[in-house]
């Protein structure tokens, strides 16, 4: 079972580069989203699908772009990098969208370092 | 709206030690609750839940009873171990909201020492 796969697991980028991390479950999950662990602060809701073709936005939506073409995979970009974007990206899936009794299974996270 | 607050850390316990990690919750609906533990260097994985009040979520030792009448869902085990050191968060997930969302905590850093 590889559960929900993130790649890459390291990256640092100049200000201004663009990139896209990659996420993928073979759960056949319904439910996906993006959150950023930054110190102090928790975790914060990026975006969300509740299905392929569907995305929305959660609480730290600036700067971050998603789609969800299959239901296997949710990539996030970043269209012009940051340095408030230095952070640890999860994914993480579930089989149903919550509100719900589901829980969310995460991936391994990506630790970007903006320059 | 729905928010989570967990005590601050970080905690360090000897081992064997009773371990009580406090969590409050405001929600709208009817939510159900989480436990998460997060180990270095790796995601966030389920650690226990309730669904319902009066529920108790137990798991690896771990307890935690929903308490409606005090909006609490404290998480606690009678004797911590090393291997027990990670980031603990608690979380909702409110069935009367609408939110296709979880709302987390703020995490709690635990460390265990021999």
């Known amino acids: 079972n590889a559960g929900v796969t993130q790649t890459p697991k390291f990256q640092v980028l100049k200000t201004g580069q663009s990139m896209t991390l990659q996420c993928a479950q073979d759960?056949?999950?319904?439910?996906m989203s993006w959150y950023r662990q930054d110190p102090g602060m928790g975790l914060r809701l990026i975006h969300y699908s509740v299905g392929a073709g569907i995305t929305d936005q959660g609480e730290v939506p600036n700067g971050y772009n998603v789609s969800r073409s299959t239901t296997e995979d949710f990539p996030l970009r970043l269209l012009s990098a940051a340095p408030s974007q230095t952070s640890v990206y999860f994914c993480a899936s579930s089989y149903q969208k919550p509100p719900s009794t589901s829980p969310l299974h995460f991936g391994n996270g990506t630790r970007l370092t903006v320059t | 709206g729905n928010s989570v607050t967990q005590m601050e850390g970080p905690v360090t316990l000897s081992e064997e030690a009773f371990l009580t990690i406090n969590c409050t919750y405001t929600a709208t609906g009817y939510p159900s609750l989480f436990w998460y533990v997060q180990y270095p260097g790796e995601g966030l994985q389920l650690l226990l839940k309730?669904?319902?009040?009066?529920d108790k979520g137990s798991n690896k030792g771990f307890e935690a009873t929903y308490r409606k009448e005090t909006t609490s869902f404290h998480l606690e085990k009678g004797s911590v171990q090393v291997s027990d050191s990670a980031v603990y968060f608690c979380a909702l997930s409110d069935l009367g909201a609408g939110s296709y969302q979880l709302t987390f905590g703020k995490g709690t850093k635990l460390s265990v020492i021999p």
């Open positions: 759960m056949n999950h319904e439910y």
């Open positions: 309730a669904t319902k009040a009066d």
